[in-house]
């Protein structure tokens, strides 16, 4: 069955970065949609990016200018690319991809960011 097994999450102390990946396996199908949603303790979970099929993305407003989405085809993976980190980026990342053909869509495990002031 379709996994997708996230990692680069960790501490960072503020101004700081680091860059999440959501590797898909188990699926022979390629990328449609795929994105990035976080949820801080307390809070709803919001989105923070997505890309498209045909590679335009969108950004939350809170992480806009800092944050970069990117995808590799071949290897079935996403990323994000986080800078100039605050402490209200603390929160667990979840990934999601949605695969042409599968209507499906798929979530990662989650991994906690956590920013220190």
């Known amino acids: 069955q379709v996994q997708l097994v996230e990692s680069g999450g960790g501490l960072v102390q503020a101004g700081g970065s680091l860059r999440l990946s959501c590797a898909a396996s188990?699926?022979?199908?390629?990328?449609?949609?795929c994105g990035w949603y976080r949820q801080a303790p307390g809070k709803e979970r919001e989105s923070v990016a997505l890309?498209?099929?045909?590679?335009?993305?969108n950004y939350g407003d809170s992480v806009k200018g800092r944050f970069t989405i990117s995808r590799d085809n071949a290897k079935n993976t996403v990323y994000l690319q986080m800078n100039s980190l605050k402490p209200e980026d603390t929160a667990v990342y979840y990934c999601?991809?949605?695969?042409?053909?599968?209507?499906?869509?798929?979530w990662g495990q989650g991994t906690l960011v956590t920013v220190s002031s």
């Open positions: 999601y991809i949605r695969f042409w053909g599968d209507s499906t869509r798929y």
């Open positions: 188990g699926t022979t199908l390629s990328i449609n949609a």
């Open positions: 890309i498209t099929n045909t590679g335009i993305t």
